[in-house]
Nanobody, 128 residues
């Protein structure tokens, strides 16, 4: 089992930046791809970014390309989401998720059902 805890959310003005962190514990000796999702009030949870175990392959939703960057430090069992040029439309609860690296065959896995473990989420609010 893997436990995930997000941190780093908060309030920021449009155009500002935040860095989210997701700390993993438990069976971290296994290899996992990691993803970030977000969910705004009244909307479904949507894919934001993902990163493979090695960190050599990253993927982004079109809405955040060029603004967000996902990275990981496996020695610290932590994945990050650097968010720049934030917009009010980015306001949501952000969740990190883990998916067994074994499940990936080179294609992007972007569905909520593709991921096995989820954090509790951290609130990001962007004011106009």
């Amino acid at each position: 089992q893997v436990q995930l805890v997000e941190s780093g959310g908060g309030l920021v003005q449009a155009g500002g930046s935040l860095r989210l962190s997701c700390a993993a514990s438990g069976r971290t000796f296994s290899t996992y791809a990691m993803g970030w999702f977000r969910q705004a009030p009244g909307k479904e949870r949507e894919f934001v970014a993902a990163i493979r175990w090695s960190g050599d392959n990253t993927y982004y939703a079109e809405s955040v390309k060029g603004r967000f960057a996902i990275s990981r430090d496996n020695a610290k069992n932590t994945v990050y989401l650097q968010m720049n040029s934030l917009e009010p439309e980015d306001t949501a609860v952000y969740y990190c998720a883990a998916d067994l690296e074994f499940n990936w065959r080179g294609q992007l896995r972007y569905g909520v059902a593709d991921y096995d473990y989820w954090g509790q989420g951290t609130q990001v609010t962007v004011s106009p």
